[in-house]
């Protein structure tokens, strides 16, 4: 999985209860999002990040945060969870943003919201 | 905008046939296109992409893919299928006039191959 991992990996947590996902990497790639994954819907960008403390949104950014304070670690932090944020979460990273480069995805991280 | 479809929810074959998983695009510039695969309970892995030049790119595991300007389409394709081959397979799609960012990478909604033994 390319150097980058998540945890936890499982979580179950209650409607309304701040909860953080972590994810780490060790290729020193500048560019790291994060998606949900959802039957049907193939993969979602939630936030993105094009360097330290640099985050912007995706395409279902609401009701999730980010932040970026080393290369290394990007948290996305739900601050009051809800049942339509059970999901499964992947991190991936990229050497650019753009332009013909792929993205490596770290394991995931399954998350249910009771 | 960009856009990926993927016509088939789920793609069975025989073991030892060939297989192809479908997959069509659409953006305004030119693509960069890009197959993933998925086993359960793990993340995607890359398994190869066009950028630019010959229309037939081969990938890991003894896929490959073949690009169509004219029909928009980049399915993905093994001469033999094997057991292992049984996953998630995901098609996505970046506009190379794009900069990136939001824009950057859209994904399919994925297709299941199952491969019979």
Redesign the interface.
């Known amino acids: 999985?390319a150097g980058?991992t998540q945890s936890p990996r499982h979580k179950v947590t209650e409607t309304g209860t701040p909860v953080t996902l972590r994810c780490h990497q060790t290729e020193n790639h500048r560019y790291m999002y994060w998606y949900r994954q959802d039957p049907?819907?193939?993969?979602?960008?939630i936030h993105?990040s094009?360097g330290v403390k640099d985050t912007?949104?995706?395409?279902v950014s609401d009701g999730y945060s980010v932040s970026r304070s080393k290369t290394e670690d990007f948290l996305l932090t739900l601050e009051s969870a809800t049942s339509s944020q059970t999901s499964v979460y992947?991190c991936?990273i990229s050497e650019?943003?753009?332009?013909?480069y792929?993205?490596?995805?770290?394991?995931?991280t399954r998350l249910t919201v009771t | 905008a960009q856009s990926v479809a993927q016509p088939e929810d789920q793609v069975n074959v025989a073991e030892g046939n060939p297989l192809t998983v479908k997959c069509t695009y659409s953006v305004s510039g030119n693509p960069?296109l890009?197959w993933?695969v998925q086993y359960p309970?793990?993340?995607?892995?890359?398994l190869l992409?066009y950028?630019t030049g010959d229309n037939l790119v081969k990938g890991s595991y003894g896929f490959e893919a073949e690009f169509n300007k004219s029909q928009t389409s980049f399915h993905l394709k093994k001469p033999s299928a094997l057991v292992s081959d049984s996953a998630l397979y995901?098609c996505a799609v970046?506009d190379?006039a794009?900069?990136?960012?939001?824009d950057?990478?859209t994904?399919?909604?994925?297709t299941h191959l199952i491969i019979q033994p």
Do not use: T
């Open positions: 999985d980058i049907g819907h193939g993969l979602r960008l993105y094009y912007d949104k995706g395409e992947f991936a650019s943003i753009g332009g013909p792929e993205q490596y995805f770290g394991p995931g | 960069y890009f993933y309970n793990r993340g995607l892995q890359f992409k950028i995901f970046r190379g794009s900069g990136g960012g939001a950057g990478l994904f399919g909604k994925g």
